[in-house]
């Protein structure tokens, strides 16, 4: 078992600057989720989650590069969020909130089944409403009794 810490310990040696890149982006991560959730939720409207079948999205309105441009920026807005959010369930930060945003603020197929399975997961829609009411807004419903 000696053999395998001392593999370890000489790795670990080697990868300082690694490490410390990565611990750095870590604390970032974790100020940054900090710092954003509690604006993000409170931008959700009370009654998102209280739909029996997926709502419809009204098209854009305006030129169809700005069209474009804006459906693109929700998507890579989104993305980064969703990848943000698998990190910080292994590393400092609030993932299963930062992946549901993320999730949230792209457009994709199925995306309607997948905010429904999640805001039902024990403590999601507890946490969002907590964060809310730090914020001073309604809290979500989702004509579910809870």
């Not at 949230?104 to 039902?120: D, L, N, S």
């Not at 409403?129 to 419903?141: A, D, I, M, S, V």
Request: aromatic letters at 12%; a neutral charge.
């Amino acid at each position: 078992m000696s053999g395998a810490w001392s593999l370890l310990s000489d790795w670990f040696s080697s990868h300082e600057q690694l490490l410390f890149w990565v611990g750095l982006g870590s604390a970032l991560m974790l100020a940054a989720s900090i710092a954003a959730l509690p604006w993000l939720v409170g931008r959700i409207p009370a009654g998102y989650f209280d739909h029996t079948q997926e709502p419809t999205i009204p098209p854009l309105e305006g030129h169809p590069a700005i069209r474009f441009m804006v459906h693109l920026l929700r998507n890579i807005t989104g993305l980064l969020l969703i990848v943000a959010g698998i990190l910080m369930l292994f590393l400092p930060g609030q993932g299963l909130l930062t992946l549901l945003l993320g999730i949230m603020v792209a457009h994709f197929p199925g995306k309607y089944h997948i905010e429904q399975w999640f805001i039902r997961k024990p403590g999601i829609l507890a946490t969002l409403n907590w964060f809310r009411q730090k914020g001073g807004h309604e809290p979500l419903y989702t004509g579910k009794a809870d």
